[in-house]
Nanobody, 126 residues
């Protein structure tokens, strides 16, 4: 069965950190771009980061630049989103998704992913 499974969400105070994991099953993550999306309550889903398998490029939305980092461990078929200095506005359900290998830029988030994870809740609250 081809699927992605996220984990690592939770409740964290402002300024705290979380590391989200995205494990791929049934296919090799190494050959795909990894996208992270999030959806805050009452808002549309937005692309957060992209990690390209074709040229190693990454892309982040402005609001998370310098705070979030995406990386992957191909041997574990797993991708990660490291989130630091978390803010209230980072609250939401975070999803990983994959698309065929292309260079990452701001337009990448509009492509239709091949697979989605089920999401993991991140809540930033004091």
């Amino acid at each position: 069965q081809l699927q992605l499974a996220e984990s690592g969400g939770g409740l964290v105070q402002p300024g705290g950190s979380l590391r989200l994991s995205c494990v791929a099953s049934g296919f090799t993550l190494e050959y795909y771009n990894i996208l992270w999306f999030r959806q805050a309550p009452g808002k549309e889903r937005e692309g957060v980061s992209c990690d390209s398998s074709s040229d190693g490029s990454t892309n982040y939305i402005d609001s998370v630049k310098g705070r979030f980092a995406t990386f992957r461990l191909n041997a574990q078929n797993t991708a990660y989103l490291e989130m630091n200095s978390l803010k209230f506005e980072d609250t939401g359900v975070y999803y990983c998704a994959v698309i065929p290998s292309v260079s990452c830029d701001s337009g990448t988030y509009s492509l239709t992913p091949d697979y989605w994870g089920q999401g993991t809740q991140v809540t930033v609250s004091s």
